[in-house]
T-cell receptor
Framework: SQTIHQWPATLVQPVGSPLSLECTVE??????LYWYRQAAGRGLQLLFY??????ISSEVPQNLSASRPQDRQFILSSKKLLLSDSGFYLC??????????FGEGSRLTVL | RKEVEQDPGPFNVPEGATVAFNCTYS??????FFWYRQDCRKEPKLLMS???SGNEDGRFTAQLNRASQYISLLIRDSKLSDSATYLC??????????FGDGTTLTVKP
């Protein structure tokens, strides 16, 4: 069966520090991969999605970037965090049917 | 207008009540729709999918009205464990999905 792992689960970072969140999928190949962010009490905002290795589409201009170095690995990064980057970050995969499978999320607090 | 709009609630209902949430969408070309459930501080999980006029799974019924561009989720005989936020999701092109902001349900004893 397919599984998705995301880490770290929780992190507290100072403003201006770098960020790296990692997500891996197991049990499937060539998945569509997504990074979402959820602000408190709000819905999910799509940040990046990828349909293949090295293919990244950005939905929202910001100081975040994403990379897909391997088929089932998706990384979210920032060189310098802002206070507004705080939130709940969710990685997800799908096979294009519309149904999304989420990782357990990474809760980021920028101080 | 937002692509996907939901009544944020909150809905506070007693156990055993029937409650319905609505979700409107703007893309008339959308063919499939989803309801996800999200517990506090957890990831969303698929509750139901809707591909035609509707879908029923136990106490849960999802209905689609293409003419008016809305989908609904009906929960019968509410349980305490149904307390959560319910997210309406509308897939678009290139495998992307647009999420509503969610409707919060609290079922009280």
């Amino acid at each position: 069966s397919q599984t998705i792992h995301q880490w770290p689960a929780t992190l507290v970072q100072p403003v201006g520090s770098p960020l790296s969140l990692e997500c891996t999928v197991e049990g499937t190949s060539n998945p569509n991969l997504y990074w979402y962010r959820q602000a408190a009490g709000r819905g999910l905002q799509l940040l990046f999605y990828s349909v293949g290795i090295g293919q990244i589409s950005s939905e929202v201009p910001q100081n975040l970037s994403a990379s897909r170095p391997q088929d089932r690995q998706f990384i979210l990064s920032s060189k310098k965090l802002l206070l507004s980057d705080s939130g709940f970050y969710l990685c997800a995969w799908s096979h294009g049917s519309g149904e999304l499978f989420f990782g357990e999320g990474s809760r980021l607090t920028v101080l | 207008r937002k692509e996907v709009e939901q009544d944020p609630g909150p809905f506070n209902v007693p156990e055993g009540a029937t409650v319905a949430f609505n979700c409107t969408y703007s893309n008339s070309a959308s063919q499939s729709f989803f309801w996800y459930r999200q517990d506090c501080r957890k990831e969303p999980k698929l509750l139901m999918s809707v591909y035609s006029s509707g879908n029923e799974d136990g106490r849960f019924t999802a209905q689609l009205n293409r003419a008016s561009q809305y989908i609904s989720l009906l929960i019968r005989d509410s349980k305490l464990s149904d307390s959560a936020t319910y997210l309406c999701v509308v897939p678009s092109h290139a495998g992307k999905s647009t999420f509503g902001d969610g409707t919060t349900l609290t079922v009280k004893p």
